[in-house]
């Protein structure tokens, strides 16, 4: 299947802003691309590229000093039409036998605070099976525990408020389960991206970026979403990261606010 993803970003500029921003499909997902999502400014404006500690591929800009400033991108992937499957290794690792690269995500971060929320975590789910079972009742858990209410959105609510308001949008779910994960022994990281509504019954939501998380099982990054808590078909990965400090759409170091916004992801022909 063929899905075509992008968006159009509107700032107001009101000087000259240094921003890095996220936008970009991420590299993982460079053997499904049919048509390159390349970002363009409207004035346009110089850029440059870097890839930052997790991977993802990051863009440099200054914004202009005064007025809007568009930034867009259109791309096509080649997708599988049917929903996505878990692999069937499922086991959890004990600690000592993780890779190294997995340690930092059994860690506490910004938004993610396992010391708060461990007691709860293994008083609630200490007695099921391990690896994915656990995992996947995490999901449950934090799928009924929060009701979704995106005017509830909020750019610095953390795991354990969202626990204890049991309100929020998707980065609220991923960083809920995120945490529950880490407190529990699993590795677990943040995802944001675009989730088509193929092969859904309408009505259908307008487009958003959304979150979800991997947790490291049997040997292979998984994904999980709490958020939406059933497979879904035209998954498309942009960035990963501890928790959404690392993965922000965009990073302004000044007064350049987002006004606008349009996400596209759709099958296409």
Known sequence: MKLRVGFQLTYSCTQATPVVLMLNTHPSM?????????????????FTHYYDGFGNLCTRIVTPSVGPLVVATEGVLEVPDTPESYPVEDGQFPVEQLPDECLQFLLGSRYCETDLLSNFAWQRFGGMPQGRTRVLAI???????????????????????????GIGVCRDYAQLAVALCRAMNIPARYC???ISDANLPP????????????????????????????????RVLMARGRDATDVPISMTFGSAALVDFKVICEPCE
């Open 30 to 46: 460079s053997d499904k691309v049919v048509v390159a999502d390349r970002i363009t400014f409207d004035p346009p404006l110089a």
């Open 139 to 165: 999901c449950d858990y934090v799928h009924a525990h929060i009701k979704f209410d995106y005017k509830t959105a909020s750019s610095t609510r953390t795991a354990s408020e969202a626990h204890e308001g």
């Open 192 to 194: 944001t991206g675009y």
């Open 203 to 234: 009505p259908y939501a307008d487009q958003d970026f959304c979150a979800w998380f991997e947790a490291y099982l049997g040997g292979t990054w998984q994904t999980f979403d709490p958020r939406n808590n059933a497979p879904r078909t035209g």
